[in-house]
């Protein structure tokens, strides 16, 4: 004869749904390093896309977002075709120049993955970095590409300090 | 340009999220065998008990599986691959490749695939030597294999 198993207490249930529920609230609120990280990337894909008859003005108040995401020393290898740019002032530059090309330019950043050192001042993450270009010719999808970003803390901001195309091949 | 885009539709994900990915062709570098914009399903299980073999057609991972290479095995750990005015040698040998339907005139210098390395190649060579990804690649980086 098997005994039937005693229901769990009213109180132990409640405590499980309390903390399930609180662990929920913590990850949905939770201000995490990597919560932040994740956050300031969404900010620059954003940052990084052009949308359909986007003023200059506009891009211009974008490009000084710029300041609150890259280090005043950020070096960006992005691999060929594109060139390296050492230094915000200069990666700046080249974004606002990206504003005569037509078409609308989306920046997306898919497979995130993002680790913080114990120290909790350096960060790296990682990701596949994707640019579609539409025109009235259609979509085109530049070749993804991987890419390792370096971030450092500054005042309590996250700043990407390194970002590296990854080679797939040799 | 040689990408293939995993399908995040939340059904195909559900369905096929973990062991068969489709995916949708974007680029031509595998033609004819594998058309701009057709759809496969990749394996990912295909090289869970069983090492790749040459010629396999392998689905090749970026940071993750949202976008990844396809490509043809053509060398394997410890052989010696090269390219001679479009001929593909392995170990001195041409290697037939009957895949290969548009000739080339591509040159590579000799490079020795390492242990934890495949030499994968699309099957087309229509386009530039420098404007097709190739190479040796690192194995940790198999997605899977195509079913078709």
Same mark, same amino acid.
Request: proline share 8%; glycine share 8%.
């Given at each position: 004869?098997?005994?039937?198993?005693?229901?769990?207490?009213?109180?132990?249930?409640?405590?499980?749904?309390?903390?399930?529920?609180?662990? +929920?609230?913590?990850?949905?609120?939770?201000?995490?390093?990597?919560?932040?990280?994740?956050?300031?990337?969404?900010?620059?894909?954003?940052? +990084? $896309?052009?949308?359909?008859?986007?003023?200059?003005?506009?891009?211009?108040?974008?490009?000084?977002?710029?300041?609150?995401?890259?280090?005043?020393?950020?070096?960006?290898?992005?691999?060929?075709?594109?060139?390296?740019?050492?230094?915000?002032?200069?990666?700046?530059?080249?974004?606002?120049?990206?504003?005569?090309?037509?078409?609308?330019?989306?920046?997306?950043?898919?497979?995130? $993955?993002?680790?913080?050192?114990?120290?909790?001042?350096?960060?790296?993450?990682?990701? $596949?970095?994707?640019? $579609?270009?539409?025109?009235?010719?259609?979509?085109? +999808?530049?070749?993804?590409?991987?890419?390792?970003?370096?971030?450092?803390?500054?005042?309590?901001?996250?700043?990407?300090?390194?970002?590296?195309?990854?080679?797939?091949?040799? | 340009?040689?990408?293939?885009?995993?399908?995040?539709?939340?059904?195909?994900?559900?369905?096929?999220?973990?062991?068969?990915?489709?995916?949708?062709?974007?680029?031509?570098?595998?033609?004819?065998?594998?058309?701009?914009?057709?759809?496969?399903?990749?394996?990912?299980?295909?090289?869970?008990?069983?090492?790749?073999?040459?010629?396999?057609?392998?689905?090749?991972?970026?940071?993750?599986?949202?976008?990844?290479?396809?490509?043809?095995?053509?060398?394997?750990?410890?052989?010696?691959?090269?390219?001679?005015?479009?001929?593909?040698?392995?170990?001195?040998?041409?290697?037939?490749?009957?895949?290969?339907?548009?000739?080339?005139?591509?040159?590579?210098?000799?490079?020795?695939?390492?242990?934890?390395?495949?030499?994968?190649?699309?099957?087309?060579?229509?386009?530039?030597?420098?404007?097709?990804?190739?190479?040796?690649?690192?194995?940790?980086?198999?997605?899977?294999?195509? +079913?078709?």
């Amino acid at each position: 004869v098997v005994k039937p198993r005693p229901p769990l207490p009213r109180p132990v249930l409640v405590l499980a749904a309390a903390a399930a529920a609180a662990l +929920l609230l913590w990850w949905w609120c939770g201000d995490s390093d990597e919560r932040r990280i994740r956050s300031a990337l969404d900010l620059l894909a954003d940052t +990084l $896309t052009k949308r359909a008859d986007e003023p200059k003005l506009a891009f211009v108040g974008k490009a000084r977002t710029l300041d609150d995401l890259l280090t005043h020393d950020v070096v960006l290898r992005p691999g060929e075709p594109l060139p390296d740019v050492e230094g915000r002032d200069k990666a700046k530059g080249l974004f606002l120049q990206a504003w005569r090309y037509g078409g609308v330019v989306t920046v997306r950043f898919a497979d995130v $993955t993002v680790r913080v050192e114990p120290t909790g001042e350096r960060a790296t993450s990682r990701m $596949t970095v994707t640019v $579609t270009h539409r025109t009235t010719e259609g979509d085109e +999808l530049l070749e993804p590409r991987e890419v390792v970003v370096t971030w450092r803390k500054l005042d309590d901001a996250w700043l990407v300090e390194r970002a590296e195309r990854v080679a797939v091949f040799r | 340009m040689d990408m293939c885009q995993h399908d995040r539709r939340p059904g195909t994900v559900l369905v096929f999220g973990y062991v068969l990915l489709p995916l949708r062709l974007d680029g031509a570098s595998m033609e004819p065998t594998y058309r701009d914009g057709s759809w496969t399903l990749v394996n990912t299980l295909a090289f869970r008990f069983r090492e790749p073999a040459r010629g396999d057609v392998v689905a090749l991972r970026l940071a993750g599986p949202s976008y990844v290479y396809l490509k043809r095995v053509v060398g394997l750990p410890g052989e010696r691959v090269a390219f001679v005015d479009g001929r593909l040698l392995v170990d001195g040998r041409p290697l037939v490749e009957p895949y290969v339907t548009e000739p080339c005139t591509w040159n590579r210098p000799p490079v020795v695939v390492g242990p934890d390395e495949l030499f994968v190649v699309g099957d087309n060579r229509s386009n530039p030597l420098t404007h097709h990804a190739h190479g040796c690649v690192a194995r940790a980086r198999l997605a899977g294999g195509v +079913l078709w």
